[in-house]
């Protein structure tokens, strides 16, 4: 006699169907994978995937949304929370490192720098989403860290991507790294922790000008 198959929690059943996906489009990329094989892969007949996925535009849209949206910095608890430049340099970095522990979200964003291409749309909304809003969380924590002197009025205030430059960097290096090679990441935490700290202090130097 049949077992009958076990109903398991939606929320269970998207997680499997991503995970197929991701290896389904690292292995195949967006334009090779396709619906019937993702649902093979998750264990699921082909109306099984359907049931929670109208297109395979919407799986790696979730893909993205699953990997790619590190959690907001709580401005608030990171700068009330330091009491020197340093202290606040290394909790912003803490933040910042978070998710390159998950192999899934370096995988992930290997195939959005790939695949942005094909579908611009989603890479947009990714940028504007999670990046320039990392961007934007950056810039209030300046203003609160300069409110209570853990910062002069430097040029990060007016170019906050500059704290972020070397965590991208790490994302992009760890994104073209081969099966068999690492960073270190150690060593760029504090490397990034050193080069906020600078940012922190350092007032912006007018350009002299040149000869006339």
């Known amino acids: 006699m049949n077992t ?9 059943r998207v997680g499997q ?4 996906a991701l290896q389904e489009f690292s292995q195949a990329g967006y334009a090779g994978a396709r619906m019937d094989d993702i649902a093979l892969r998750a264990g699921l007949s082909k109306g099984g995937l359907y049931a ?3 297109s395979k535009e919407a799986v790696f849209e979730a893909l993205l949304a699953r990997h ?3 959690s907001r910095l709580d401005v608030d608890a990171v700068v009330d929370g330091a009491a020197t430049p340093r202290h606040l340099a290394e909790r912003i970095v803490n933040h910042l490192y978070v998710s390159l522990a998950n192999p899934a979200m370096v995988s992930t964003l290997r195939l959005l720098l790939a695949e942005s291409g094909r579908v ?11 990046a320039e809003t990392h961007q934007a969380d950056i810039a209030r924590l300046l203003e609160r860290a300069r409110a209570r002197g853990l910062c002069s009025d430097c040029v990060a205030r007016d170019h906050p991507w500059l704290l972020l430059s070397p965590i991208v960097h790490t994302l992009v290096m760890s994104a073209l790294l081969g099966p068999g090679e690492r960073i270190d990441l150690p060593e760029r935490r504090q490397a990034h922790v050193a080069l906020i700290c600078e940012l922190l202090r350092a007032s912006a130097v007018p350009q002299a000008d040149g000869p006339s």
Do not use: E, G, M, Y
């Open 4 to 12: 009958p198959r076990r109903r398991l929690p939606q929320a269970v």
């Open 68 to 70: 790619l949206s590190p």
């Open 17 to 20: 169907i991503l995970d197929a």
């Open 52 to 54: 929670h996925f109208d």
């Open 120 to 130: 611009p749309h989603l890479a947009a909304r990714w940028r504007s989403d999670t």
